[in-house]
């Protein structure tokens, strides 16, 4: 099953590729090297906004890493063609916009970890970091990046 089909299986769809704002790459390739650049946790027009606390609900934290995944997926479909050119994912590192108090910044990160699991199967596990923040862009809960290894064009 490719993971365009696990996606719809699981009943997501990608929004429209984000664009930069700023001056840089959304995704670079490198020598069968993916990355892609800092995605927020932006539904449509809407941002899913920190910072988190220890009385953050578990669903606002499910909907932030999952809008993360969405728009970094989207990102890299749109640059290669399809998702069917990922290797294998690498890396996820997440910054989390967390109050001083917070202490499970992985935690926020487990939504991601799954989804990417659900989507390449195996070829989803990857290496993580979890990083606390004391604000994000549009004060978003969560921004991720990804490190994967591609098929070379």
Known sequence: MTPEARLAALGLTLPEPPRPHGDYQPVTVHGGIALVSGQLSREGDGVVR????PATAPE???RAGRACTLRALS???????GLH????????????NAEPAFEEHSRVLDTVSRLLHDVFGERGRH???A????????????EIELTLAVARR
């Open 50 to 53: 920190g910072p988190v606390g």
């Open 60 to 62: 606002t934290l499910a």
């Open 75 to 81: 990102t890299l479909r749109h640059e290669l063609g």
């Open 85 to 96: 050119a990922v290797e294998r994912v690498l890396h996820l590192r997440g910054f989390v």
């Open 127 to 129: 290496a993580r970091t």
């Open 131 to 142: 990083v606390g923040v004391s604000s994000l862009p549009s004060r978003g809960l969560l």
